[in-house]
């Protein structure tokens, strides 16, 4: 059984940083995608990173460009998302999820697209909170 659980959630002051992670099992994370997430109240689900295990490409939307870091350690089946420069607009619950098809072509199509859907990612995590007070 495929399980993500992130933790790292918080409450945080407007320029400063958090790192959640995201604890996989039930698979080999180094064949796989994983992308975060985040939804705040009243709007869609958006994706702000993604890593392709397999290879360690990376996709990012321009809105977190430059202040969050996807990372991987294969060895300990968890993705990390490093946030510094937070913002009020950042506050959301943050989710990980998987994608189960070749994260190569993931990162390849988003970068082309400027885009990721929620949609094509599988199992998802419980969500973390992040609050950024002003």
């Known amino acids: 059984e495929v399980q993500l659980v992130e933790s790292g959630g918080g409450l945080v002051q407007a320029g400063g940083s ?12 180094a064949y796989y995608a994983i992308g ?19 290879d360690g490409s990376t996709w990012y939307p321009d ?7 996807i990372s991987t350690d294969n060895a300990k089946n968890t993705v ?8 009020p607009e950042d506050t ?11 994260g190569i072509t993931l990162i390849a199509t988003a970068e082309a697209l400027g885009f990721m859907s929620p949609k ?15």
Do not use: D
């Not at 958090?18 to 994370?29: E, P, V």
């Not at 985040?38 to 994706?47: I, S, Y």
């Not at 094509?120 to 002003?134: A, D, E, H, K």
């Open 63 to 69: 809105s977190v460009k430059g202040r969050f870091t």
């Open 18 to 29: 958090l790192r959640l992670s995201c604890a996989t099992s039930g698979i080999t994370l």
């Open 120 to 134: 094509i990612f599988g199992s998802w995590g419980q969500g973390t909170q992040v609050t950024v007070s002003s």
């Open 92 to 102: 959301a619950v943050y989710y990980c999820a998987l994608y189960e098809g070749s």
């Open 36 to 54: 975060w997430f985040r939804q705040a109240p009243g709007k869609e689900r958006e994706v702000v990173s993604c890593i392709s295990s397999i």
């Open 80 to 87: 990390y998302l490093q946030m510094n420069k937070l913002k």
